[in-house]
């Protein structure tokens, strides 16, 4: 399997459930990004990790707590969500964070907050 | 502040008829610009990255231009296969290293 894979594609979950999302990269890369797409807004990053380490979290909630074991795997825990954080979350990888090499996304996971 | 600004929000074009896509941004220290495709239900696709003004790229029926405060994306030519929605990220310098900021994208729909 090539390129950046995530799992599940879609989710729905009540605001008092707990859930991961899970994201794996095939390409060799030691950087690691979540974002977060609403409609109509630009992609806004929450975490970054580059080889491993947590480097960038852009002021996101504590309901999501994220966790990167090696540099090909990321999650995204989340609990007591709320709806407006209804959303597609992408994890995208690169060489490294701050190089100007672009970044790979996966497919996202389609989330839906009830 | 908008850092990144995209134009337009949405774009219908006939099969065949070229437009161009508009990127502009206010930042400075530009590292490099990045256009990348999104179809429905999907990641954006990475196609391009542009370094320095004056820089063009090509790509099947897609040319990317940049200039010191904007870049274009050309489209000669449309097909409907090439509806979707078309992103742009500029990378800059900052005094704590590089920071990348994407715009809110164009849905281009191409009908046949």
């Known amino acids: 399997e090539t390129g950046v894979t995530q799992t599940p594609r879609h989710l729905v979950m009540g605001m008092t459930n707990k859930k991961s999302l899970k994201c794996e990269q095939h390409?060799?890369?030691?950087?690691m990004y979540w974002y977060k797409q609403s409609a109509k807004k630009p992609l806004e990053l929450m975490f970054v990790?580059?080889?491993?380490?947590?480097?960038e979290n852009n002021s996101v909630p504590s309901r999501f707590s994220p966790e990167c074991p090696n540099s090909s795997h990321l999650f995204l825990h989340l609990h007591t969500l709320q709806p407006e954080d209804s959303a597609l979350y992408l994890c995208?990888?690169?060489?490294?964070?701050?190089?100007?090499?672009?970044?790979?996304f996966g497919n996202g996971t389609r989330l839906t907050v009830t | 502040e908008d850092q990144v600004t995209q134009s337009p929000e949405a774009l219908r074009l006939q099969e065949g008829e070229s437009s161009s896509l508009n990127c502009s941004y206010t930042?400075?220290?530009?590292?490099?610009l990045f256009w990348y495709r999104q179809d429905p239900g999907k990641g954006p696709e990475f196609l391009f990255t542009?370094?320095?003004a004056g820089e063009e790229k090509e790509k099947e029926r897609l040319k990317a231009t940049l200039t010191k405060k904007e870049s274009f994306l050309h489209i000669t030519a449309p097909k409907p296969e090439d509806s979707a929605t078309y992103l742009c990220?500029?990378?800059?310098?900052?005094?704590?290293?590089?920071?990348?900021?994407f715009g809110a994208g164009t849905i281009l729909r191409v009908k046949s």
């Open positions: 990220a500029v990378q800059f310098f900052m005094e704590y290293g590089n920071k990348l900021v």
């Open positions: 542009l370094y320095s």
């Open positions: 390409l060799g890369h030691n950087a």
């Open positions: 995208a990888s690169s060489q490294e964070q701050g190089e100007d090499s672009p970044l790979h």
């Open positions: 990790y580059n080889f491993k380490e947590q480097t």
């Open positions: 930042v400075s220290g530009l590292r490099g």
